[in-house]
């Protein structure tokens, strides 16, 4: 783990999208660092949650950076929206991509940082030659297209893996972790090097959604996984 706090991703998909405005209000106001939006297209996963106009509207009031999780195919086709809808960390499937390297050079060239998602039965092994070209890994820690599942255990193994795999090419990435994330798993995950933490339902299903962020903020790992 990098020696910065770790950093707290609302996801969005688990907000009320009848009041999305409040939602939107309560994270700029909370201890959040950043809003998690999950684009989904009925292809790369069995759901759709929203597309672009959402993502519009979120980023005209959200004050925090906006970490957007492209679950859909061939992604390539709308990095240049999403950079220009005010995405700031473009994270694109290492299943969806051909031409991963071609597809991170290309957010890159956005302006913007570029984020590769594994799923749950992708090996980090495979990240070997492109470690060093990412920014952020995202770790699916459930199978992606919903939110509130649970958390497959096998992670925080991967999150190991992964920063020995950074480590050994000398370079420094974000590990940020996708599903089933709550107080009750921050503190081991965060123990094992995770930097980013995405939380959807444990958040929003929350009474206190402003409290339950300043909880997973204040998680800390040498205290519970020392
Ligand atoms: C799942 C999405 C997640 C989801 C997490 O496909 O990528 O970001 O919103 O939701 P929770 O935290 O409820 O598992
Ligand atoms: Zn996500």
Request: aromatic fraction near 6%.
């Amino acid at each position: 783990m990098s020696s910065q706090k770790h950093l707290i991703a609302p996801s969005i998909l688990a907000a009320d999208f009848a009041k999305l405005y409040d939602d939107i209000i309560m994270v700029n106001e909370s201890e959040a660092d950043l809003f998690h939006i999950d684009i989904m297209d009925g292809v790369f996963v069995p759901n759709i949650s929203f597309g672009f106009p959402v993502l519009q509207a979120i980023a005209k009031h959200a004050l925090k950076p906006l970490d957007v999780h492209l679950m859909i195919v061939d992604p390539d086709r709308y990095l240049k929206t999403c950079q220009e809808l005010g995405a700031d960390i473009i994270t694109v499937h290492y299943e969806a991509c051909t031409h991963l390297h071609r597809t991170v050079a290309a957010i890159k060239e956005l302006g913007c940082k570029a984020g590769v998602a594994l799923n749950p039965h992708t090996p980090v092994s495979l990240l070997k030659d492109i470690v060093q070209d990412v920014d952020m890994v995202c770790l699916m820690s459930v199978n992606p297209g919903f939110g509130g599942q649970q958390f497959i255990e096998r992670t925080y193994q991967k999150i190991k893996e992964l920063r020995a795999l950074a480590l050994e090419n000398n370079t420094d990435l974000l590990i940020e972790i996708d599903g089933g994330v709550g107080t009750a798993n921050a503190g081991k995950l965060l123990a094992a090097g995770a930097d980013v933490l995405v939380a959807g339902n444990f958040v929003f299903s929350s009474d206190n959604p402003k409290q339950t962020i300043v909880d997973l903020k204040a998680v800390d790992p040498t205290i519970h996984f020392a």
